[in-house]
C-alpha cells in the first residue's frame, strides 16, 4: 500500500473557519449560499433558460462587468460589428451562468460525478512529461471553468499547486479554498510570493499559473494581444527555468447547455524558455489568443484584462463615462 501524500504546508495558504464568519455581516453571503445551492440541482436546461434571459439584460444594459466585457470586445476584435461582439457578449455571459449557477456542485457531488461529468483532452501530455521525470507548469488561462482541471485532476490523485489572491469577503475565501483543496493539493496566497509555488514544482506539483490577469505596470511588460497591447507578467520563462519545469497549456470550457466541462490539454511549449522574456511573453498570449478566439464564450472577458495602457488611459472609465452623457 503507498503512504497517502500529506499535503500541509505551513508556507501556503491554509483559512479555517471562523466563528465571526455567522455574524451579521456575512448573513447575505449565507443567504445567497441557500438560494443558490437548490438552483444548482435544477436541470441545466432550466439554468441555460434562466443565464440566457439575465444575458440579454446585461448585453442591453452595458452596465458593470458587462461594461467592462464590451470594452475588451472593442479593443480585442476592432474588426467586428456592434453586433458580432454583442453576440459574443450574450453567449459569454449565458455560459458564466450556467457555470456558476452550477458551481456548488462540485462540494455537493462526488469526485465520481466530477469524473462523469468531465472529458478530458490530452491528458497524456501531462504524463509524458511526468514519464520522463520533468516537472510542470500549466498555463490556464481564465475561462469560466478555470478551477475544474485542478480540481479534476487532483481527484485523480496529480497533486497540484497554485496560487491565489485572497478574496475580500472572508466566508466566500473559506468555502473557495475548502472546494479547490477537497481532494488535495496546494494554494499559495499571491502576496506571500513566488518561492514556495516554485520549491512546490520542484518537489513533484503540477504548477497552476494563470497568465492573463492585469498586475499594473510595475510588474509588467506590453506584449501584443489580439488588435490591441497588453500588460503582461514577463517571468513564465524565468519560472520555466528555476522550477525546471516544460509549460503545458490547458484551456478549459464548460458546455453550457449540458452542463459538461471540457478540458484541452496541449504538447508542452518547445523551445521554451527563449531567453527572451517578450518573445516568451508573446507565446503566451499568443496561446490565449488561440483559443479565446476560438472559443470566445468560455473567456472571462469581464475581467480589466486591459486597464494598464502605455498612453496612461483607462478605457473602462471612459466608457462607463460615455454611458453617463
Same mark, same amino acid.
Given at each position: 500500500?503507498?503512504?497517502?501524500?500529506?499535503?500541509?504546508? =505551513?508556507? $501556503?495558504?491554509? #483559512? &479555517?473557519?471562523?466563528?465571526?464568519? !455567522? *455574524?451579521? +455581516?456575512?448573513?447575505?453571503?449565507?443567504?445567497?449560499?441557500?438560494?443558490?445551492? =437548490?438552483? $444548482?440541482?435544477? #436541470? &441545466?436546461?432550466?439554468?441555460?433558460? !434562466? *443565464?440566457? +434571459?439575465?444575458?440579454?439584460?446585461?448585453?442591453?444594459?452595458?452596465?458593470?462587468?458587462?461594461?467592462?466585457?464590451?470594452?475588451?470586445?472593442?479593443?480585442?476584435?476592432?474588426?467586428?460589428?456592434?453586433?458580432?461582439?454583442?453576440?459574443?457578449?450574450?453567449?459569454?455571459?449565458?455560459?458564466?451562468?450556467?457555470?456558476?449557477?452550477?458551481?456548488?456542485?462540485?462540494?455537493?457531488?462526488?469526485?465520481?460525478?466530477?469524473?462523469?461529468?468531465?472529458?478530458?483532452?490530452?491528458?497524456?501530455?501531462?504524463?509524458?512529461?511526468?514519464?520522463?521525470?520533468?516537472?510542470?507548469?500549466?498555463?490556464?488561462?481564465?475561462?469560466?471553468?478555470?478551477?475544474?482541471?485542478?480540481?479534476?485532476?487532483?481527484?485523480?490523485?496529480?497533486?497540484?499547486?497554485?496560487?491565489?489572491?485572497?478574496?475580500?469577503?472572508?466566508?466566500?475565501?473559506?468555502?473557495?479554498?475548502?472546494?479547490?483543496?477537497?481532494?488535495?493539493?496546494?494554494?499559495?496566497?499571491?502576496?506571500?510570493?513566488?518561492?514556495?509555488?516554485?520549491?512546490?514544482?520542484?518537489?513533484?506539483?503540477?504548477?497552476?499559473?494563470?497568465?492573463?490577469?492585469?498586475?499594473?505596470?510595475?510588474?509588467?511588460?506590453?506584449?501584443?494581444?489580439?488588435?490591441?497591447?497588453?500588460?503582461?507578467?514577463?517571468?513564465?520563462?524565468?519560472?520555466?527555468?528555476?522550477?525546471?519545469?516544460?509549460?503545458?497549456?490547458?484551456?478549459?470550457?464548460?458546455?453550457?447547455?449540458?452542463?459538461?466541462?471540457?478540458?484541452?490539454?496541449?504538447?508542452?511549449?518547445?523551445?521554451?524558455?527563449?531567453?527572451?522574456?517578450?518573445?516568451?511573453?508573446?507565446?503566451?498570449?499568443?496561446?490565449?489568443?488561440?483559443?479565446?478566439?476560438?472559443?470566445?464564450?468560455?473567456?472571462?472577458?469581464?475581467?480589466?484584462?486591459?486597464?494598464?495602457?502605455?498612453?496612461?488611459?483607462?478605457?473602462?472609465?471612459?466608457?462607463?463615462?460615455?454611458?453617463?452623457?
Amino acid at each position: 500500500m503507498s503512504a497517502q501524500r500529506n499535503d500541509f504546508d =505551513p508556507l $501556503a495558504y491554509n #483559512p &479555517v473557519f471562523q466563528w465571526h464568519f !455567522l *455574524s451579521p +455581516k456575512y448573513w447575505g453571503t449565507w443567504l445567497t449560499l441557500v438560494l443558490l445551492i =437548490p438552483i $444548482a440541482l435544477l #436541470p &441545466v436546461s432550466v439554468r441555460y433558460w !434562466l *443565464s440566457k +434571459k439575465v444575458a440579454n439584460w446585461l448585453v442591453k444594459s452595458r452596465k458593470g462587468t458587462a461594461n467592462t466585457a464590451w470594452v475588451n470586445l472593442e479593443l480585442c476584435f476592432p474588426e467586428k460589428t456592434d453586433e458580432q461582439r454583442a453576440d459574443i457578449l450574450r453567449e459569454t455571459l449565458t455560459t458564466a451562468g450556467v457555470f456558476l449557477t452550477g458551481f456548488s456542485l462540485l462540494t455537493l457531488r462526488s469526485k465520481h460525478w466530477l469524473n462523469k461529468q468531465c472529458e478530458i483532452r490530452g491528458l497524456e501530455n501531462i504524463h509524458n512529461a511526468q514519464r520522463q521525470g520533468k516537472n510542470a507548469i500549466l498555463l490556464v488561462p481564465h475561462t469560466w471553468a478555470i478551477d475544474i482541471p485542478a480540481i479534476l485532476l487532483a481527484s485523480k490523485g496529480m497533486p497540484v499547486s497554485a496560487m491565489a489572491k485572497k478574496q475580500s469577503n472572508e466566508v466566500m475565501d473559506w468555502l473557495m479554498h475548502r472546494q479547490r483543496v477537497q481532494y488535495g493539493g496546494r494554494v499559495y496566497e499571491r502576496s506571500g510570493g513566488v518561492k514556495p509555488f516554485i520549491k512546490s514544482v520542484r518537489d513533484g506539483y503540477l504548477g497552476y499559473y494563470l497568465p492573463d490577469q492585469d498586475h499594473g505596470p510595475e510588474h509588467s511588460i506590453f506584449v501584443d494581444f489580439f488588435a490591441t497591447t497588453k500588460a503582461t507578467l514577463p517571468g513564465l520563462g524565468k519560472l520555466s527555468k528555476v522550477s525546471k519545469a516544460v509549460i503545458i497549456p490547458v484551456y478549459a470550457m464548460i458546455d453550457a447547455k449540458t452542463g459538461r466541462y471540457v478540458i484541452e490539454i496541449y504538447p508542452d511549449f518547445e523551445n521554451f524558455p527563449t531567453g527572451n522574456e517578450l518573445q516568451d511573453a508573446r507565446k503566451m498570449n499568443a496561446f490565449i489568443e488561440q483559443l479565446a478566439g476560438q472559443y470566445p464564450e468560455q473567456y472571462m472577458w469581464i475581467l480589466k484584462l486591459l486597464k494598464t495602457q502605455q498612453d496612461g488611459k483607462n478605457y473602462y472609465k471612459l466608457a462607463k463615462q460615455n454611458l453617463m452623457k
